[in-house]
């Protein structure tokens, strides 16, 4: 294929996010934030499901011994499913921060959930990074982010990176078997003309793959951090990333209309060529 195609059976996302490769479902779940939606990719015909959600969701994770997802509502952590349609609140992580909502987030081998928080409004720093145990107890491991963004782990899980958007910083922390984590540190800078950092993931190789907001591309850093090369996108605010299919060597991107009314291809899914593999998602345990 060239270095990027559109997805036509899907027109536009206000904030297209959380892109999510089912293998049990052979299709690919995203979000829009902004309009409340859940989509589904069926990648047999490319033909497109969505379901309206109750409140802002900036994810699904797929749960390992039951049907359904858990996903991250602006309220916290729910239960969802599909056929039949419903929600069941799980616990929310900041009652005491109303206009805080969950934002980007990431199982682990271990089936826990690791996700992010942020101000409604990116006027503070107000988020946090969160982790969901199987039994639903949650654990704040970080404080401090205008927008929480992109958790990913190692091909290995010794370390968890997580972004904090505003400041165009990628961070990276050293994991523990038990889901702790120790202090971060910065990984990667996005400088000014790169955009900003957003949604993430890890190929097989052990590269990051990074989305771009305001930067038109998605990149491919090394685990030192260099960046290896960048695939360039018709429109400047991609959101995220996931490798999807049988073989996980499609990689699809998700971007965002907000802002951009007069430019036809914001908003829209693409599919890039990654010259790379993906790692298997992981689900959540309980």
């Given at each position: 294929m060239p270095h990027w195609r559109l997805i036509e059976r899907h027109n536009r996302d206000q904030l297209g996010e959380g892109p999510l490769w089912s293998a049990r479902d052979q299709?690919?779940?995203?979000?829009?934030?902004?309009?409340?939606?859940?989509?589904?990719?069926?990648?047999?015909d490319e033909h497109v499901d969505s379901w309206t959600l109750p409140e802002m969701?900036?994810?699904?994770?797929?749960?390992?011994?039951?049907?359904?997802?858990?996903?991250?509502?602006?309220?916290?952590?729910?239960e969802l499913a599909l056929e039949p349609f419903s929600i069941r609140p799980i616990i929310s992580p900041e009652p005491h921060l109303p206009t805080n909502r969950l934002n980007d987030?990431?199982?682990?081998?271990?089936?826990?959930?690791?996700?992010?928080?942020?101000p409604i409004d990116a006027d503070e720093a107000s988020?946090?990074?969160?982790?969901?145990?199987?039994?639903?107890?949650?654990t704040r491991l970080d404080t401090g982010y205008f927008i929480a963004n992109g958790p990913a782990f190692s091909a290995d899980e010794r370390w968890l990176y997580h972004t904090d958007t505003g400041r165009g910083v990628i961070y990276r922390f050293p994991m523990?078997?038990?889901?702790?984590?120790?202090?971060r540190s910065h990984f990667i800078h996005f400088p000014d003309d790169w955009g900003k950092p957003d949604g993430m993931t890890v190929d097989a190789?052990?590269?990051?793959?990074?989305?771009?907001?305001?930067?038109?591309?998605?990149?491919?850093?090394?685990?030192?951090?260099?960046?290896?090369?960048?695939?360039?996108?018709?429109t400047p605010q991609i959101t995220s990333c996931a490798f999807a299919g049988p073989d996980l060597d499609r990689l699809f991107v998700t971007s965002a209309a907000v802002g951009r009314a007069e430019d036809p291809l914001a908003g829209r899914l693409f599919e890039v060529n990654p010259r790379a593999r993906g790692l298997t998602p992981c689900s959540f345990a309980g």
């Open positions: 299709a690919l779940y995203w979000v829009d934030i902004l309009s409340r939606k859940l989509h589904r990719l069926r990648l047999e969701t900036g994810w699904v994770i797929e749960r390992r011994d039951h049907p359904g997802f858990i996903a991250g509502l602006r309220s916290g952590f729910a987030a990431k199982a682990d081998a271990a089936g826990r959930i690791y996700a992010g928080s942020m988020g946090s990074l969160y982790r969901l145990d199987a039994d639903h107890t949650i523990d078997p038990d889901g702790s984590v120790g202090p190789d052990d590269h990051l793959w990074v989305a771009h907001w305001g930067g038109s591309r998605v990149s491919r850093f090394s685990p030192q951090g260099v960046l290896e090369r960048s695939i360039a996108l018709p």
